[in-house]
T-cell receptor, first 115, second 117 residues
């Protein structure tokens, strides 16, 4: 069964500190992995999307890594800001062939940045 | 225009009402999606439209009826809903339909917060 596990479930950090969120998946065959940021009551906003051949991708203070061998990804946030408080969702897309849809969502990590 | 818009932002309806949610994108995307998201849960896929045709229905009850009038618009018609249908309803679009490989990123709208009384 395809699964995406995220850790920790929730995290509280001080403003200005760095943090790393983890995502482990068992989706196979793998197509791509995405990280989304979702503010409470709003739609998810894409941060990064990585395919099999990509190990690292950055978007401002966000850096995502992917290890396709161990099926692990991380999202590193540098110099956190209060506006980074949100849920971060890892989503893995499977290459299941023409006409099939396979997108597995993690349950997200709720990040709280405090002054 | 690089965004997905949804209206209304909030909707309160009774169980006997008929209402519609609307979604619009002008990015030329050929796939559009409806998701349902309960509090503290990840989004759950409901429907996928590819080239204006319904390609996936994730066993959604018939009280939810999707409609894709053209490549830019996606509606979700609601009738005889139950209180447990209260949730955030998200629309998304992607450049290409979700088939095979490839990184066809999905862009989400801000959602409609639905409350069924």
């Amino acid at each position: 069964k395809n699964q995406v596990e995220q850790s920790p479930q929730s995290l509280i950090i001080l403003e200005g500190k760095n943090c790393t969120l983890q995502c482990n998946y068992t989706v196979s065959p793998f197509s791509n992995l995405r990280w989304y940021k979702q503010d409470t009551g709003r739609g998810p906003v894409s941060l990064t999307i990585m395919t099999f051949s990509e190990n690292t991708k950055s978007n401002g203070r966000y850096t995502a890594t992917l290890d396709a061998d161990t099926k692990q990804s991380s999202l590193h946030i540098t110099a956190s800001q209060l506006s980074d408080s949100a849920s971060y969702i890892c989503v893995v897309s499977g290459d299941s062939g023409a006409g099939s849809y396979q997108l597995t969502f993690g349950k997200g990590t709720k990040l709280s940045v405090i002054p | 225009d690089t965004e997905v818009t949804q209206t209304p932002k909030h909707l309160v309806m009774g169980m006997t009402n008929k209402k519609s949610l609307k979604c619009e994108q002008h990015m030329g995307h050929r796939a559009m999606y409806w998701y349902k998201q309960k509090a503290k849960k990840p989004p759950e896929l409901m429907f996928v439209y590819s080239y204006e045709k319904l390609s996936i229905n994730e066993s959604v009850p018939s009280r939810f009826s999707p409609e894709c009038p053209n490549s830019s618009l996606l509606n979700l018609h609601l009738h005889a809903l139950q209180p447990e249908d209260s949730a955030l309803y998200l629309c998304a679009s992607s450049r290409t339909p979700p088939r095979g490989g490839g990184a066809s990123e999905q862009f989400f709208g801000p959602g409609t917060r639905l409350t069924v009384l």
